[in-house]
């Protein structure tokens, strides 16, 4: 049976911007409800939760830490997320596994860029969320402002649950908004006057209660505790809390908060596909169908592999054999654990609500379904800044391929890839100081050093114009020879296009089944008649055509957005064989591909860029200067503004030194993939000209 029962079960995680004060905030949560009894700083290198060696010499969170504690009759799994936008990936992944996000706000610093990402992101994961206003014991703290950016931003559910009592070195206390005593002396905000406000954004989800108070009579205690919990859950309140982690001033009324306002698994509608795609209800039910997800991945040094998992419906027990969206035999869990940052211990079985960890299963990765059902997949960003590496000494090479894809298992936000035109080993992250940081850990933990060039730029190319042609592939060297040749179309395919429309029998009288590839955007379509290429020899034709895709056309990168329908062909009864129509193929592409407008495409990323106000003209400058386009502007409170632009990838590799110098060190940034779009002629020449430079090179 399991430890604890569902209803007492809630998942938090901690995010919000660097430097917000959320692992602090966690080490003071675990030392004051005696899950942790030893002193804990994040300054200090003693941090409970940034234990990696990169983290206590960065003194900033790099990886997400799930950690627990009881406190009032709840069990809580709080998990720990970095503040920098370079790890967004972990606080994505980690969302997944909980209910509520507590959003944690420097009170000093006021909304900064990941405040607003997360805060966006916690919505689209459909969790309830709270903000913890942290470090109030600051200097110059203008708390009026702070809450007024506040709510501006995030709007006027966001309301006070607690009032400050003083600021900075006279920063006392907090005092409730929602029981408001009689001694109230100090508050910055008169709690009296929030309370209405709280109250009614409570009340408001229950017509009853709502009629009923506005006819004098007061909600009951447990009234306000039930409601509270549907109006977070609905989004109707977003509670704000007061605090100072580092003099532990008003965390046991946050503990406190954390127990009237979190969700408890279930209190929002979970929903999964069975085998026939259908939409069906995940319940919080013990006895239910198995129902869970891995959220993440870590490589232990002494467990090695650990999967951590959030169990959403039945029971998951050590030893059992489970089935796994995606894999045709069960994959037994031979060893469950319960996570304490960097401590595991061996449990027997998790219910609906826990949040354990499992060893040794290879078969899992991060966004594995355990049960008959799937949900749905987490959708982390695309990693778009690249830098080709080689290990400094040779005998690494090997050592090197097998580090890389550990960190890809633990590290959904990094890729890794063979470039098929230099032959080098391209890893692609979120930013510099991501890849950075991944740099160090192959140094730590796998004795690899690393050389690195220029950030590679995933340019992809792509045609603009219809176009037909074909190849013979014929050659004899005595004996049986090689014949096969093969006549094509092309066609240009945009993105979104509906497959299953734009390959009707209208479009292509003898079509047989199309065959699609989501990923490059990529179709070819079979309308030969007659025979006159053997429906055995139609494999080798596709592989010959995805040979090409690789490899590119105009200078070595992928190709992707192009339809490509084989109608016609010739073939002799001795001399065809798959090579030669694969070698057929695969040239047949090549040459109509150059007849077809051949375009290369260049990754556009949107920025979001917070600067103070006095630096907004320099950005909007610079962003004109490296191709981009301004869309838009806004208020990122105080005297910070944040301007979203699409630029070229291209042109912002290296942005973190441009902003810093421009902005004095006071700028920061997120950038994401947007889409791709065609490279300007001048430019696309001059990268054509440098990729035949570098084949003459290589040969």
């Known amino acids: 049976m399991a430890k604890y029962q569902v209803d007492d079960i809630r998942n938090l995680v901690f995010c919000g911007h660097g430097s917000a004060g959320k692992t602090t905030l966690l080490d003071a949560l675990l030392n004051l409800t005696g899950a942790v009894k030893r002193p804990a700083s994040v ?118 649950l607690n009032v400050p009592i003083g600021r900075g070195g006279d920063f006392k206390g907090v005092v409730s908004s929602l029981k408001v005593p009689d001694d109230t002396a100090g508050a910055l905000v008169d709690p009296a006057e929030i309370n209405v406000p709280l109250v009614e954004s409570i009340i408001e989800v229950d017509e009853e209660v709502m009629e009923r108070y506005f006819e004098g009579q007061q909600p009951t205690d447990e009234e306000i505790g039930r409601l509270i919990v549907r109006a977070i859950a609905e989004g109707g309140l977003i509670p704000m809390v007061c605090c100072s982690s580092k003099k532990g001033i008003g965390v046991a009324e946050l503990l406190d908060a954390l127990v009237t306002c979190s969700l408890p698994p279930g209190a929002k509608p979970q929903t999964a596909a069975n085998a026939e795609g259908q939409e069906v209800e995940v319940k919080a039910d013990p006895a239910g169908p198995l129902v869970a997800q891995v959220f993440k991945t870590r490589i232990d040094p002494f467990v090695q592999k650990l999967n951590f998992i959030r169990v959403f419906s039945g029971t998951l027990k050590k030893d059992m054999t489970v089935p796994v969206v995606g894999i045709r035999r069960g994959v037994k869990v031979s060893q469950l654990f319960e996570i304490q940052a960097a401590d595991t211990e061996p449990i027997d079985e998790a219910g609906p609500g826990a949040i354990v960890a499992v060893a040794k299963s290879e078969e899992l990765a991060t966004g594995s379904c355990l049960g008959e059902l799937a949900l749905p997949p987490i959708a982390f960003p695309r990693p778009m800044v690249g830098l080709a590496v080689t290990p400094k000494s040779r005998n690494d090479q090997t050592k090197l391929s097998g580090a890389l894809a550990k960190i890809a298992q633990e590290d959904s936000t990094f890729r890794r890839e063979l470039d098929p035109q230099t032959k080098e080993t391209v890893i692609n992250g979120m930013s510099e100081l991501h890849l950075q940081i991944l740099r160090e850990r192959l140094k730590r933990r796998e004795k690899v050093e690393v050389d690195t060039k220029e950030p590679k730029i995933p340019y992809r190319e792509t045609i603009q114009t219809n176009a037909e042609g074909s190849y013979r592939h014929k050659k004899q060297t005595g004996g049986s020879g090689q014949f096969g040749e093969v006549h094509i179309r092309m066609y240009p395919l945009p993105k979104d296009t509906n497959i299953e429309e734009y390959a009707t029998k209208k479009r292509f009288p003898s079509l047989r089944e199309p065959h699609y590839d989501p990923d490059w955007n990529f179709l070819w379509l079979d309308s030969v008649v007659g025979g006159t290429i053997p429906s055995n020899f139609m494999p080798a034709v596709e592989k010959g055509f995805r040979d090409r895709l690789e490899r590119g056309v ?85 005297d910070m503004q944040t301007i979203t632009a699409e630029v070229p990838l291209a042109e912002v590799t290296n942005y973190a030194r441009n902003l810093s110098s421009i902005t004095g060190g006071q700028g920061s940034y997120t950038i994401e993939f947007s889409h791709y779009d065609v490279v300007p002629g001048n430019i696309q020449k001059e990268i054509i000209e440098k990729a035949a430079m570098k084949e003459e090179e290589d040969d």
């Open 43 to 160: 300054d200090d290198g003693s941090s409970i939760c940034d234990f990696d060696d990169e983290e206590k010499v960065h003194k900033y969170t790099i990886e997400a830490k799930l950690t627990h504690f009881d406190h009032a009759g709840k069990h809580f799994h709080a998990i720990d997320t970095p503040g920098y936008p370079d790890f967004i990936g972990q606080t994505i992944g980690a969302m997944r596994g909980a209910d509520t996000a507590a959003i944690v706000i420097n009170a000093q610093a006021g909304i900064e860029v990941n405040t607003r990402r997360v805060f966006a992101e916690a919505g689209k994961a459909g969790l309830g969320r709270m903000i913890v206003i942290n470090k109030m014991d600051s200097e110059n703290v203008d708390f009026p402002a702070l809450l007024a950016s506040i709510r501006d931003l995030f709007g006027k559910a966001c309301v006070l």
């Open 554 to 638: 105009v200078c070595g990168y992928h190709v992707q957005d192009i339809c490509v329908e084989v109608h016609f062909g010739k073939h002799h009864p001795v001399d065809s064989n798959e090579q030669a129509f694969k070698t057929a193929a695969s040239m047949a592409f090549r040459n109509v591909f150059q007849s077809a407008k051949p375009a290369l495409l260049e990754p556009i990323v949107k920025l979001e860029v917070t600067v103070p106000g006095a630096n907004v003209g320099d950005i909007s400058s610079d962003m004109s200067g490296r191709r981009g386009r301004v869309l838009g502007m806004g208020s990122a409170g105080g």
